[in-house]
């Protein structure tokens, strides 16, 4: 049976390179001196009749920018012991959670001047280097007490990440980390929640850690049968969404109800007097298919979610009725009051999957209720794009917009750098090579 995530720009790359000659259009800023890193899965190998999109083993590609040049463009393998077995190599093993090991294939990050590789559903991170070598799995020194998430929210005053993780093992529970500045957990709260759900992100505002319990769950059946990913729709469980204090020691959530729905990813939250908004991209339904490969279902469209703490009711509105996920924010305003957020345009190839090719870059000015498109062509397809300041103290929308984009035209990708404002072009690195579509990346300052 053929597999759509196993072919096109889906498909996975078999060799790990080093470009240092990369041709570059255009003029690549100054104020750039850091990494654009990225990962997605990218399998070894791979059944067709059972692979998910969400299952391959983790590759992480990266470009290095220094005074207005790109140095080099690397991807590598995340060396789980499966991966460090596959290519013949040994493992160098580490920090032991639930006795499982994934490389992790979700997100990739800069914390305490080092970097992670993370994923969910119970997994341990992966640090690696500079480079993008593995140097090994990791617990934070021994203070993560289980798995870690593929979505922390760092806290732009005090740079703290937020993190609400969840496994399968846990039960009727997720959890809720804070990790300082220096790396190390600083404090854990285990929060009930009705079943157990995917959680795969959450939100973050000055007074709260967002939760979103929504009826994506751990399906026992679909475990034992062997399937990939053990989660699917349940039409009875409930939908809502959490306020925990960041200040509260204890399970001290306040839950409020929505109508049925799965969220991948919030665009941003925070406070506003006695209400609480969250802009987010919503799906109907999701894994809800009798055969599930990747998402599904329904396609996602930017909502705002208004949480009346007096009246204890949410607003739901929809804000485009377009189809696009991956939304960000710039990381100054995380949990702070945003205008403008971006978000991916997803095409659909014709056969109700989403596809990433002939899709655009999108600006909301949710102040002036007003939307930016930027298609980057036919045979192009973006993935995330993430927006970096030209300076700390910049405007908000002062700065690129950066990410790959896949050429179908010469099946190579390009980094491809946007002003923030605009969406006009400011320089394209051209790689030689194809960076698969994948999932999450962040700029991480030299």
């Known amino acids: 049976m053929a597999n759509r995530y196993l072919e096109g720009n889906f498909g996975p790359v ?24 990225r990962t997605g899965p990218n399998p070894i190998a791979a059944d067709p009749d059972a692979y998910h999109w969400f299952t391959g083993d983790g590759m992480v590609h990266g470009v290095r920018l ?30 032991e959670i639930h006795f499982q090991d994934f490389a992790a294939n979700t997100n990739v990050i800069g914390h305490s001047g080092r970097t992670f590789a993370i994923v969910e559903a119970g997994m341990r991170p992966y640090e690696l280097d500079e480079e993008l070598a593995t140097v090994g799995p990791c617990d934070f020194g021994g203070t993560l007490p289980g798995g870690y998430t593929a979505h922390p929210k760092r806290d732009p005053e005090s740079g ?14 997720v959890q809720y980390t804070v990790i300082d500045g220096g790396g190390r957990v600083r404090k854990v709260v ?45 039409p009875e469980y409930p939908a809502r969404v959490g306020l925990l204090p960041r200040e509260a020691d204890t399970d001290d959530v306040r839950w409020f109800d929505v109508e049925p729905c799965y969220v991948f990813h919030p665009l ?14 919503r799906f109907e339904r999701m894994f809800d298919a009798e055969v599930v490969r990747g998402p599904d279902s329904s396609r996602p469209m930017l909502n705002r979610w208004t949480i009346d703490l007096n009246a204890g009711k949410v ?37 109700g999957n989403f596809d990433f090719l002939g899709g ?32 700390p103290d910049a405007a908000e929308d002062d700065g690129v917009l950066m990410g790959f984009a896949y050429d179908g035209n010469r099946e190579a990708s390009d980094l491809v750098l946007l002003d923030a404002a605009t969406l006009d ?19 991480v300052p030299a």
């Open 160 to 173: 703290e990440l937020h993190a609400i993780s969840y496994y399968w093992g846990w039960g009727n529970k």
């Open 315 to 351: 607003l739901e509105e929809q804000l485009d009725d377009r189809n696009e996920d991956f939304p960000r924010v710039d990381e100054r305003i995380v949990g702070r009051r945003h205008r403008y957020g971006y978000t991916v345009a997803v095409a659909d190839d014709g056969n």
């Open 425 to 443: 072009t400011v320089a394209e690195v051209h790689l030689p090579v194809r960076v698969p579509y994948g999932f999450h990346g962040n700029w």
């Open 14 to 37: 078999s060799d790990e390179q080093t470009v240092t000659d990369l041709k570059v259009t255009g003029t690549i800023p100054d104020f750039l001196d850091g990494r654009y890193l």
């Open 190 to 234: 285990d929060v009930e929640t009705t079943g157990s759900p995917m959680l795969h992100d959450m939100s973050l505002t000055e007074k709260y850690a967002v939760i979103y319990d929504l009826p994506v769950v751990f399906d026992v059946d679909l475990a034992m049968s062997g399937t990939p990913l053990p989660y699917r729709w349940d």
């Open 360 to 391: 655009a870059i999108r600006r909301h000015d949710l102040v002036a209720g007003s939307t930016t498109e930027r298609v980057l062509g036919p045979h192009r397809g973006p993935s995330e794009f993430v927006m970096v300041p030209s300076s």
């Open 268 to 281: 941003n939250a925070y406070d506003d007097g006695d209400r609480v908004l969250i802009d987010l991209c």
């Open 66 to 95: 220094r005074d207005g040049n790109a140095r080099w463009y690397r991807n590598r393998f995340v060396r789980s012991q499966q991966v460090s077995d596959a290519l013949g190599e040994e493992w160098t093993p580490g920090a």
